[in-house]
């Protein structure tokens, strides 16, 4: 199957600083680009979709001031949580979609802020 | 997009086939309905995918009505290795590149026993 990357796979940072989290289609272009959100124990949040070369479009309820989504190329997204506080933490995951209809997982960033 | 009704636990054992059904009364013509797999601190895995009747692969099986309005995962022969959460999903599947917005319920956690 098709192979999603993320990295970092987990990442602690001081409260107010910024954190990227990069998600890569490794073997397929991906059209469209998914970000997710699970806290512990809950199901997962979808947060935003993007496609390659235009604007995210986010969920009711997601700041996109403060998730800043960006998907510059059919290979690459971007997820970058500014101005983190301690209740950003959680599981961030991305998904990808080329030509097929399902979408492939990324393995998941493990986000902590201090 | 149609709302999924899943148990929310399930038990078995080693050996014996898993059977996980799902409602989505609101499913729409052109939704298909997908299963996924999750482990903890992973991304979801897609286990399969089906529009209508009979769907089977490597992994598992999916069993679709007539009507659409549910649909059943079947897994043979669980292991230990199968313990996870199950997400039923229904969205649009159709090929053709259109955005395939999949929206999580709270899955079912199968828990297989030795």
Redesign the interface.
């Known amino acids: 199957?098709a192979v999603?990357s993320?990295h970092p796979s987990r990442v602690i940072c001081k409260s107010g600083t910024s954190v990227k989290i990069e998600c890569r289609s490794l073997d397929f272009q991906a059209?469209?680009m998914?970000w997710?959100r699970q806290f512990p124990k809950k199901?997962?949040?979808?947060m935003a979709?993007s496609?390659e070369g235009s604007k995210a479009?986010y969920e009711q309820g997601v700041e996109k001031d403060k998730f800043l989504i960006n998907h510059a190329s059919l290979t690459l997204s971007t997820l970058t949580v500014t101005s983190a506080h301690p209740e950003d933490s959680s599981?961030y995951?991305?998904?990808a979609?080329g030509?097929?209809?399902?979408?492939?997982?990324?393995?998941?960033t493990?986000l902590t802020v201090t | 997009l149609a709302k999924t009704t899943q148990p929310i636990s399930m038990d078995s054992y080693e050996g014996q086939e898993v059977n996980i059904t799902c409602s989505h009364n609101n499913i729409a013509t052109n939704d298909y309905i997908t299963w996924y797999q999750q482990f903890p601190s992973q991304g979801p895995r897609f286990i399969i995918q089906g529009y209508k009747t009979k769907v089977t692969n490597e992994v598992a099986s999916l069993f679709i009505p007539a009507d659409r309005k549910s649909s059943t995962l079947s897994l043979p022969r669980v292991s230990l290795s199968d313990t996870a959460v199950y997400y039923c999903l229904v969205g649009e599947g159709n090929y053709g590149g259109a955005t395939n917005k999949l929206i999580f319920g709270t899955g079912t956690l199968l828990a297989v026993q030795p």
């Open positions: 199957g999603v993320q059209t469209t998914f997710y199901s997962l949040m979808l979709t496609n479009t599981f995951i991305c998904s979609r030509t097929f209809p399902e979408q492939y997982f990324g393995p998941g493990r």
